[in-house]
């Protein structure tokens, strides 16, 4: 199985600041990374597919890049609706694994 | 719009069973391949199984396998996972997901159920 380690495991920040969520891959996805974005007590969110992928309806101050096994989710301005866990994930091969997530809490 | 509604949970002993199903509306439910994602409380997401369209390609976990059987019924638009012989270790809040369609082959999950609390306890 691929292992997918996200870092940090949480952190603290503040309206507007920039974000960068890194995801590491046990070994080569070839871009095959999908983001998503859990509130309490809700369902994940949908949030960018291939690595960079922006799925629609999903603000322009998340973005993604990454190859090879190493990935990141950027958050340009932070605002108070993005104060959540995040995970990424894997869809390379079988079976689709998730890293353990990152919280974001308000500073 | 599209949306995925799963029922059944509850709580059960272990050894026991239990039927989760995951009702699609909004889409073409007989189009796309479906999956099952659990949670444990305060814990991260773990994929559990996966089925095509047409129920010839099935998937699991090594978690599950042996336990749990994935099924779908496009007829009703439903998606099931039939649980046996259940542990503690099984509680979770249990997705259902769907996959978006683009390619062949492992894709992400773009569409989420609410969830359906299983918890296993004596």
């Known amino acids: 199985d691929i292992q997918m380690t996200q870092s940090p495991s949480s952190l603290s920040a503040s309206v507007g600041d920039r974000v960068t969520i890194t995801c590491r891959a046990s070994?080569?996805?070839?871009?095959?990374l999908a983001w998503y974005q859990q509130k309490p007590g809700r369902a994940p969110k949908f949030l960018l597919s291939?690595?960079?992928r922006l799925e629609r309806g999903v603000p322009s101050r998340f973005s993604g890049s990454g190859l090879g096994t190493d990935y990141t989710l950027t958050i340009s301005s932070l605002q108070p609706e993005d104060f959540a866990t995040y995970y990424c994930?894997?869809?390379?091969?079988?079976?689709?694994?998730f890293g353990q997530g990152t919280k974001v809490e308000i500073k | 719009e599209v949306e995925l509604v799963e029922s059944g949970g509850g709580l059960v002993q272990p050894g026991g069973s239990l039927r989760l199903s995951c009702e699609g509306a909004?889409?073409?439910?007989?189009?796309?391949?479906m999956n099952w994602v659990r949670q444990a409380p305060g814990k991260g997401l773990e994929w559990v199984a996966a089925?095509?369209?047409?129920?010839?390609?099935?998937y699991y976990a090594d978690s599950v396998r042996g336990r749990f059987t994935i099924s779908r019924d496009n007829s009703k638009k439903t998606l099931y996972l039939q649980m046996n012989s259940l542990r503690a270790e099984d509680t979770a809040i249990y997705y259902c997901?769907?996959?978006?369609?683009?390619?062949?082959?492992?894709?992400?999950?773009?569409?989420w159920g609410q969830g359906t609390m299983v918890t296993v306890s004596s």
């Open positions: 997901a769907k996959e978006p369609g683009y390619i062949n082959g492992w894709e992400p999950f773009d569409v």
């Open positions: 909004g889409f073409i439910f007989r189009n796309y391949d």
């Open positions: 089925i095509n369209t047409g129920s010839n390609y099935i």
């Open positions: 070994q080569g996805i070839t871009n095959s």
């Open positions: 291939a690595a960079s």
């Open positions: 994930q894997q869809y390379y091969s079988e079976p689709p694994t």
